[in-house]
């Protein structure tokens, strides 16, 4: 490790805690000259992005690649829409009071939420991912060092150019850096007293790569195998909008369907299977059939390799359950509990359906493209955790937070306490404005 990343490692979390010593309207007002420097600046970025797309052309990259790394004047938008909407949430985020207890007269006990600390993200090929997570970064007050994919770095460097000139006004450009080389991500996965939390975005093999390698925490999600589950009760017309969109709205996501699960009732009516196959088809879908399904054909598509496959492209596979408890099996064993979603009219069997799919999102008559931080509401993600703890599904702000308690006494000591003396009364108080006083400004230890 070189001392220029001991420096950068150290300055992020200088960064972070002058980010931390900001009241929520200041942060709010850096997150918002982001957005507002997205559509100013367009040119800029779009020029960068250019010199991106020209070398990814010259040198053949990979065509899901390819797809995530173009930036348009739509997609900027997009990106300060959403960034927007995180600087309206963010103003009372940080140091915000989750319960308030009165253990014993004169006793208060209060959790509040604080930043994380230092985080590092590490994204291919897509640069739109660095505004959004500066832009949660600097909401939530934590430090964070990013490093994008080589094949966009005329573009993460014009877009790093934009946050650092966002975070000017406040002396906090410290607190959001790039990481250039992959040598010094291997060193920095190492250092678990400068980093708390490593967030990779990208392919399951750069997901299950970081999570072997690092020492510290990671969150994230090896693979997005995604399902449709079609039950007997389906309405033909949003089964096929749901699975066009599922399917062929950006194949190359990690919330796009990879497996159509279809009840055997459905299969055995040829018209409604019929249109299902020619839709997939009509759009240049390749079909690889499950065991099931070729046992049903005659002369069908190729067998699908593994229900453990995500295509990240025009590509699912398609086969046949003789039954809603199956299909919830058949989710359970071979999903990557990132997406999965039903299409019935029956709502009894959609809410058993919903219970049981241990995935971090679940939908009824809902396409999987929805599982989105930005569709969501929560203007942005860092990335869609699979984990079963701390965050789950599409992470925002709240998911770059955890709590400290806090308590309030009047000289109170634990032997004051017991038989015959004072008692917990644990009351539970109102989480008003005047439970915490942050009138002060806060010392950020992370």
Same mark, same amino acid.
């Given at each position: ?172 450009? %410290?607190?959001?850096? +790039?990481?250039? *080389?992959? $040598?010094? =991500?291997?060193? /920095? ?5 400068? @980093? ?113 496959? %995500?295509?990240?492209? +025009?590509?699912? *596979?398609? $086969?046949? =359950?003789?039954? /809603? ?5 058949? @989710? ?115």
């Amino acid at each position: 490790m070189t001392h220029y990343m001991y420096c950068v490692l150290i300055l992020a979390r200088q960064g972070g805690r002058i980010l931390f010593m900001l009241n929520g309207e200041e942060r709010s007002d850096i997150v918002r000259s982001l957005a507002d420097n997205l559509i100013s600046r367009a040119d800029f970025i779009l020029e960068a992005n250019r010199a991106d797309l020209s070398l990814a052309k010259r040198t053949k990259l990979a065509g899901p690649l390819s797809s995530r790394l173009a930036l348009t004047p739509a997609k900027l938008k997009s990106l300060s829409d959403g960034i927007k909407q995180i600087s309206e949430t963010c103003k009372s985020i940080v140091y915000r009071p989750l319960r308030h207890t009165r253990l014993a007269s004169g006793l208060d006990l209060t959790q509040i939420t604080v930043p994380i600390g230092v985080l590092m993200v590490i994204f291919e090929s897509r640069p739109d991912c660095l505004p959004q997570v500066a832009a949660l970064s600097i909401a939530s007050a934590n430090g964070i060092l990013l490093k994008g994919g080589k094949e966009a770095k005329f573009s993460n460097e014009a877009l790093m150019d934009v946050v650092k000139d966002s975070l000017s006004a406040y002396k906090a450009e %410290e607190a959001v850096n +790039l990481v250039s *080389t992959r $040598e010094e =991500v291997s060193d /920095l996965l190492q250092l678990e007293e400068y @980093i708390d939390l490593v967030i990779p975005r990208g392919s399951s093999e750069l997901v299950s790569s970081i999570q072997k390698q690092s020492n510290i925490p990671v969150l994230g999600h090896a693979e997005g195998i995604c399902h449709v589950y079609l039950d007997a009760e389906a309405d033909m017309a949003k089964a096929i909008k749901i699975i066009r969109d599922s399917k062929c709205d950006y194949p190359a996501a990690c919330n796009s369907m990879e497996t159509l699960l279809i009840h055997q009732d459905l299969a055995d009516n040829q018209s409604f299977f019929k249109d299902i196959i020619d839709m997939l088809r009509s759009e240049n879908v390749k079909i690889n059939a499950g065991p099931s399904l070729s046992r049903r054909l005659t002369f069908g598509p190729p067998p699908a390799k593994s229900f453990k496959l %995500e295509y990240s492209g +025009l590509e699912c *596979t398609v $086969e046949v =359950v003789n039954s /809603l408890k199956d299909a919830i099996l058949h @989710i359970n064993r071979y999903g990557s509990g990132h997406t999965d979603a039903i299409v019935t009219e029956n709502k009894q069997v959609a809410n058993e359906f919903l219970r049981s799919v241990c995935s971090a999102c679940v939908f009824h008559n809902a396409s999987t493209r929805f599982a989105d931080g930005f569709r969501f509401g929560l203007g942005a993600e860092v990335g869609i955790s699979t984990a079963r703890i701390h965050a789950r599904g599409p992470v925002g702000i709240e998911g770059l937070l955890t709590t400290k308690w806090v308590l309030k006494g009047q000289g109170q000591a634990v032997t004051d306490f017991g038989p015959g003396k004072e008692a917990f009364t644990h009351e539970t108080l109102s989480l008003s404005t005047e439970v915490f006083d942050t009138t002060n400004t806060p010392i950020n230890c992370n």
